[in-house]
């Protein structure tokens, strides 16, 4: 699913037009994108959860040549399933 289709599925559900429903999603998407950059935890129970993740500096090697280079301390988002989620997904469980 796109956010096209999001914002089709949002407006088909609603009474909303297509430029609210897109302003929904888009706030949806601005708001866990702000949270996450100011390092907070973004959760819908049952769905997923994001988190910011600190990786400290370290050595490494370039791939092509073998050469050590310092990697930059760096923050990343991490993405986690819910259990719920997880269970709709896997089918075997």
């Keep these: 699913m796109i956010k096209l289709e999001l914002i089709r599925a949002l407006k088909k559900e609603t009474k909303l037009t297509k430029p609210e429903a ?19 935890r973004v959760e819908i129970r049952g769905l997923f959860s994001f988190y910011v993740k600190h990786y400290k500096s370290y050595i490494g090697r370039k791939p092509k040549t073998g ?27």
Excluded: H, W
Excluded at 22 to 34: A, R
Excluded at 70 to 79: A, G, I, M, N, R
């Design 67 to 93: 050469e050590q280079v310092k990697v930059k301390p760096k923050k990343l988002p991490v993405f986690r399933v819910g259990k719920e989620l997880g269970k709709r997904v896997d089918y075997q469980r």
């Design 22 to 40: 897109k302003n929904v999603v888009e706030l949806f998407f601005d708001e866990m994108s702000n949270a996450l950059a100011n390092g907070d």
